[in-house]
């Protein structure tokens, strides 16, 4: 059973579409993470959300980006206006000071 | 930021045959993992290894931190041993992937 469960595990969106990538950890944690990896390239650290609030972020996640923890459970990530270059697979973790544990990821396609 | 290098880029081994992967990185850090990513895209954790030996089956790895590197050693590969190995190290409570190490076994 994954550690993490993400949804969709493959979404397809029109340039300019907002997309909601989302993250339902098994259990209860406070640190919780997003990384992208486009095809073929290392995966990438986009944000930390610790407690509620953004603890840190990459220059990757610009205005375009959003986190929120909206019911206490879920982890989103909200891309406001999809571009081609945001076609990547996006992992949710989850962690803190020890080991991190990875969802299965999900595949945005942007055409 | 820090700096995670890792060799060789690419393997090609015969099924049976071992292989060691090598992880160096340029700060110290707080901890430092090892995935492999299947070819359905998801990563695998193998081991969480901030310093010395640990073993799980055919895999182990070693960390000397003081030095700054990890090692992966894959034994009597198989064929389900294929694809991309994956170090990352932890500073600040966030990880930072090195390119990865893409692994194919023949049969």
């Known amino acids: 059973e994954p550690e993490v469960t993400q949804t969709p595990s493959h979404q397809v969106t029109q340039m300019g579409q907002e997309v909601i990538l989302r993250c339902v950890p098994i259990?209860?944690?406070?640190?919780f993470y997003w990384y992208r990896q486009i095809l073929g390239q290392k995966v990438e650290f986009l944000v930390s959300f610790y407690n509620n609030e953004i603890s840190e972020k990459s220059e990757i996640f610009d205005d375009q980006f959003s986190v929120e923890r909206p019911d206490g459970s879920n982890f989103t990530l909200k891309i406001r206006s999809t571009k081609l270059e945001d076609s990547a697979m996006y992992f949710c973790?989850?962690?803190?000071?020890?080991?991190?544990?990875f969802g299965e990821g999900s595949r945005l396609t942007v055409l | 930021g820090i700096q995670v290098e890792q060799s060789p880029p690419d393997l090609i081994l015969q099924e049976g045959a071992n292989s060691t992967l090598r992880c160096n990185f340029s700060?110290?850090?707080?901890?430092l993992q090892w995935f492999h990513q299947n070819p359905w895209g998801q990563l695998i954790n193998l081991f969480y290894?901030?310093?010395g030996t640990k073993q799980n089956g055919r895999l182990s790895a070693t960390t000397v931190a003081t030095e700054r590197y990890s090692l992966l050693y894959i034994s009597s590969s198989q064929t389900t041993d294929s694809g991309v190995y994956f170090c990352a190290v932890e500073l600040d409570y966030k990880l930072s992937f090195g390119a990865g190490t893409t692994v194919t076994v023949r049969a």
């Open positions: 290894i901030p310093s």
């Open positions: 973790a989850r962690g803190g000071a020890g080991e991190l544990f």
């Open positions: 700060d110290s850090v707080n901890n």
């Open positions: 259990s209860n944690h406070l640190y």
